[in-house]
């Protein structure tokens, strides 16, 4: 991946915070808090500050690079697909998943019926599953 090229095309000044920055988010499938990604990165990265990273993440989000996600908690969390998709997210552990591809296809029936329907010509959306994860399930049922 190149990330210098991708911050570019994005209109983004290139900086090796941004890069460790967006390298952390992409590289996992988890939908972290700045807190999160803050905790990851300061072993490599002690001069980071949870400021930057908050900074920096809002600049990817106004940009489109990334998807800043309101879940159920009192933070947000970030997504490095931007595109619309749906979420799952574990009312007991606060854990954000990606819904399959084939499940989010299925959905997306749903955004032509609405705007039919409505008239809006709809260029995004945001939906969210909320439930127990298969983890906090399990202990549920202990």
């Known amino acids: 991946m190149d ?3 991708i911050l570019r095309e994005h209109g983004l000044r290139v900086t ?5 920055i967006y390298e952390a988010l992409a590289g996992t499938k988890e939908h972290p808090s700045v807190e999160a990604l803050y905790d ?5 990265h002690p001069g980071l500050s949870l400021n930057t990273i ?7 989000a106004s940009a489109g690079l990334v998807r ?8 947000h969390r970030y997504d490095a697909n931007p595109e ?5 997210v574990c009312i007991e552990c606060g854990r954000v998943d990606d819904l399959d591809s084939k499940a989010d296809e299925r959905l997306a029936g749903i955004k032509d019926l609405i705007s039919n329907d409505t008239d809006y010509d ?3 959306h945001a939906l969210y599953f909320y439930g127990y ?7 549920r049922n202990k």
Not at 68 to 75: F, G, I, R
Not at 84 to 88: A, F, I
């Open 122 to 124: 709809l260029v995004d």
């Open 133 to 139: 994860c298969p983890s906090c399930r399990e202990k």
């Open 68 to 75: 800043k996600l309101a879940t159920h908690e009192d933070m």
């Open 40 to 44: 990851r990165l300061r072993p490599r």
């Open 54 to 60: 908050y900074k920096t993440l809002q600049a990817f």
């Open 84 to 88: 619309p998709h749906t979420h799952m």
């Open 3 to 5: 990330t210098a090229k």
């Open 16 to 20: 090796p915070q941004r890069i460790a």
